[in-house]
């Protein structure tokens, strides 16, 4: 499997959120079935199902869009865009009409 597989991203991440309260650390699992991407996060005392998990092929890797609403810190609906390459990922998050935030992280190992 290529790193530009969309097969290659399913797994357990590791993603780090710099925020203007601080980053907060979230691990996410993602998985492909029947050609349809899910994935959940768990993070900060709650977990999250992901809706709209779109991979596809992009230059140097994949990109991956995702979207979650969650209750805390604060109560906010995210959007997610991201590229991955290898086992790292490098991107940004969106709140609405806040500022984008910048998104790292890593994949676990199995």
């Not at 597989?5 to 203007?20: I, R, V």
């Not at 609403?69 to 990922?89: A, N, Y």
């Amino acid at each position: 499997m290529s790193e530009t597989d969309p097969e290659a991203f399913a797994g357990s991440w590791t993603l780090q959120m710099k925020t203007p309260i601080g980053t907060i650390d979230t691990r996410y699992r993602f998985e492909h079935v029947d050609g349809l991407w899910s994935g959940t996060a768990t993070g900060a005392g709650e977990d999250v199902a992901l809706t709209d998990v779109a991979v596809a092929p992009a230059r140097g890797g994949l990109r991956v869009t995702w979207r979650q609403s969650i209750r805390r810190p604060l109560r906010l609906d995210l959007e997610f865009d991201v590229h991955i390459d290898g086992d790292t990922l490098t991107g940004e998050s969106r709140a609405g009409r806040l500022p984008r935030t910048r998104v790292t992280g890593a994949r676990v190992a199995p």
